[in-house]
């Protein structure tokens, strides 16, 4: 069975796609109101996008440590590179703003 789910690509979705989730999740609940650009909008206008993004990257933690706990370290992996391409835009639009 950890054949089947101990890939990097798997870590490396999961590791992209849950922080994104939780994004439009953050703004569905307070923000809905708004239309996603203008929620962007908000976000960079406050220099809160970074902020953001940093905290809903703490998702990927618990992902990793269920990775981890069930001996599937090539999806911990993934999940490490998903982190590490997070931490570079992060940089980038710290870099640039």
Same mark, same amino acid.
């Given at each position: 069975? !950890?054949?089947?789910?101990?890939?990097? =690509? $798997?870590?490396?979705? /999961? =590791? $992209?796609?849950?922080?994104? %989730? $939780?994004?439009? +999740?953050?703004?569905? /609940? !307070?923000?809905?109101?708004?239309?996603?650009?203008?929620?962007?909008?908000? $976000?960079?206008? =406050?220099?809160?996008? #970074?902020? /953001?993004?940093?905290? &809903?990257?703490?998702? !990927?933690? +618990?992902?990793?440590?269920?990775?981890?706990? +069930?001996?599937?370290? %090539?999806? +911990?992996?993934?999940? %490490?590179?998903?982190? &590490?391409?997070? #931490?570079?835009?992060?940089?980038? &639009?710290?870099? /640039?703003?």
């Amino acid at each position: 069975m !950890n054949g089947k789910w101990d890939r990097i =690509g $798997l870590g490396l979705s /999961l =590791g $992209l796609i849950f922080p994104i %989730l $939780l994004l439009v +999740a953050y703004w569905q /609940l !307070n923000y809905a109101y708004m239309d996603m650009d203008k929620f962007m909008g908000f $976000l960079e206008q =406050g220099q809160l996008h #970074t902020k /953001l993004i940093s905290l &809903f990257v703490i998702i !990927n933690l +618990a992902i990793f440590f269920v990775f981890i706990w +069930a001996n599937l370290n %090539l999806s +911990a992996r993934g999940v %490490l590179y998903a982190t &590490f391409i997070y #931490t570079i835009i992060i940089g980038g &639009f710290k870099i /640039l703003s």
